[in-house]
């Protein structure tokens, strides 16, 4: 089992940045899959980015402003989010899961542990 907890998020003005903090217990987040998903209110929960073995993957709508990273001595993933629009407003939520090295990273249904997410909030 593996216990993930999110933190950083919070309100923050179009332009400005946060780094999302998502800290594992149970197990050591290097032997899994990692991402970020996130869901705005009405909407259906969408991938943001993802690192598994040697690859890292970004949705379209954040490349270039959203680097996503590991700290495996801390056993902690980290989004940094910069240059955040009013869009990219939602509840974040990290997740974990053990899949094949060919596994698309960006199926929500594919990672089999997540946090209680993290309200991002940019305004305008």
């Not at 216990?3 to 899994?32: H, K």
């Not at 379209?60 to 009013?86: C, E, H, W």
């Amino acid at each position: 089992q593996v216990q993930l907890v999110e933190s950083g998020g919070g309100l923050v003005q179009a332009g400005g940045s946060l780094r999302l903090s998502c800290v594992g217990s149970g197990r050591s987040l290097s032997s899994y899959a990692a991402g970020w998903f996130r869901q705005a209110p009405g909407k259906e929960r969408e991938f943001v980015a993802a690192t598994g073995w040697t690859r890292l993957s970004y949705a379209d709508s954040v490349k270039g402003r959203f680097t996503i990273s590991r700290d495996q001595a801390k056993n902690t993933m980290y989004l940094q989010m910069n240059s955040l629009k009013p869009e990219d407003t939602a509840v974040y939520y990290c997740a974990c899961g053990a899949m094949p090295y060919s596994s698309p990273l960006d199926i929500a249904n594919r990672y089999t542990y997540w946090g209680q997410g993290t309200q991002v909030t940019v305004s305008s």
